[in-house]
């Protein structure tokens, strides 16, 4: 699993776009360069870009897994974002993405929101 990390100035948010197969270890990566890219701050925005990562042999035990993994981390790290758009472009996909929204929400504050348009996840995330 292969991510790209970079600041939007214009926009305000922390953007990540992900490709190739998803993995534990690649969404741990990612945190990591999350956390450690100068435009992080706890509470900031966050807008994953997940349309071209293969979900296929994601596994719901994963997703709790990621979802304890990332939980820590957010403590490790001083608080997660304060807003998260997830974008994906499958089924498969975005019902994945939902389980991990629903499980993250009762372990940690924040307000994450998935889509499978881009243009509707940069409106909500703007405002």
Same mark, same amino acid.
């Given at each position: ?23 534990? !270890? #690649?969404?741990? +990566?990612?945190?990591?360069? &999350?956390?450690?890219?100068? #435009? ?7 807008? *994953? ?5 293969? @979900?296929?042999?994601?596994?719901? #035990?994963?997703?709790?897994?990621? @979802? ?5 981390? !957010?403590? +490790? ?6 807003? +998260?758009?997830?974008?994906? /472009?499958?089924? *498969? ?7 991990? !929204?629903?499980?993250?929400?009762? !372990?940690?504050?924040?307000? @994450?929101?998935?889509?499978?348009? &881009?243009?509707?996840?940069? +409106?909500? *995330? /703007?405002?």
């Amino acid at each position: 699993m292969q991510h790209d990390v970079t600041f939007d100035e214009e926009a305000g948010w922390v953007r990540v776009v992900t490709r190739g197969e998803a993995t534990l !270890q #690649g969404f741990s +990566a990612m945190r990591e360069a &999350i956390y450690s890219h100068p #435009g992080w701050y706890p509470g900031c925005k966050l807008f *994953l870009d997940h349309r071209e990562l293969d @979900v296929e042999n994601f596994s719901t #035990g994963d997703i709790r897994t990621m @979802v304890g993994q990332g939980v820590a981390a !957010q403590k +490790a790290h001083g608080g997660g974002a304060g807003k +998260a758009a997830v974008i994906m /472009s499958s089924k *498969l996909g975005f019902g994945l993405a939902r389980m991990w !929204q629903q499980t993250l929400e009762t !372990q940690a504050p924040g307000d @994450v929101q998935v889509f499978t348009d &881009i243009d509707d996840a940069a +409106a909500w *995330l /703007s405002d």
